[in-house]
């Protein structure tokens, strides 16, 4: 059967992958959070465990069990087993992963800083599959809006940067400036 995986950051921008078949889902038991992985001293979007809270996303299916250029992409992550923790219409249901930064490699994120074209990503992203109460989905269920964000919209630094439409930044950041992120 052809495994999925569950993206929760910029893979559910599908204008940033080519996976398909892929159909909105929820990742039960896990928590976005911005974090700092301690061996590429990178601020990444991860997820870390906790019981209380269902986050979107996207699965999308990876043709031929071929998980190398997706582990590629996902570097500074570990490929996780979702079990059961995937709601999805699928049936039956297939083998499903998730990335996270690993617990023991995250260091604390007070030099590094969120890149402003990666964020643009994801929240297109969440725009266009969830709508603007996704957004704020994606918002409020994800940690770390403490750690300062570059504005690198002029020049990205994202490699799969998008074009925002000036609706799509206006909504990006009424929400950073809604949590008093800290944008330099």
């Keep these: 059967m052809t495994p999925y995986f569950f993206g929760y950051g910029s893979l559910v921008n599908r204008s940033t992958h080519a996976y398909p078949d892929t159909h909105p889902a929820q990742l039960r038991g896990w928590r ?62 297939p083998p499903i992963a998730h990335y996270a930064v690993p617990v023991t490699e995250q260091g604390a994120i007070s030099r590094n800083s969120i890149i402003l074209s990666y964020l643009d990503v994801v929240v297109q992203g969440f725009l266009r599959e969830f709508g603007e109460a996704g957004v704020q989905g994606f918002f409020d269920t994800t940690d770390g809006w403490d750690t300062p964000i570059i504005n690198d919209r002029v020049a990205p630094q994202y490699p799969r940067h998008q ?6 930044t206006a909504l990006v950041d009424h929400h950073l400036a809604r949590l008093s992120a800290r944008v330099e």
């Design 32 to 93: 976005r959070a911005w974090v700092r992985s301690a061996p590429f001293d990178r601020v990444f979007l991860s997820v870390n465990p906790d019981p209380d809270t269902t986050i979107h996303g996207l699965i999308a299916a990876v043709p031929g069990d071929d998980w190398s250029a997706l582990d590629a992409r996902e570097t500074g992550y570990a490929r996780l087993n979702s079990g059961d923790a995937v709601i999805h219409p699928l049936v039956p249901t």
């Design 163 to 168: 074009v925002l439409s000036p609706d799509e």
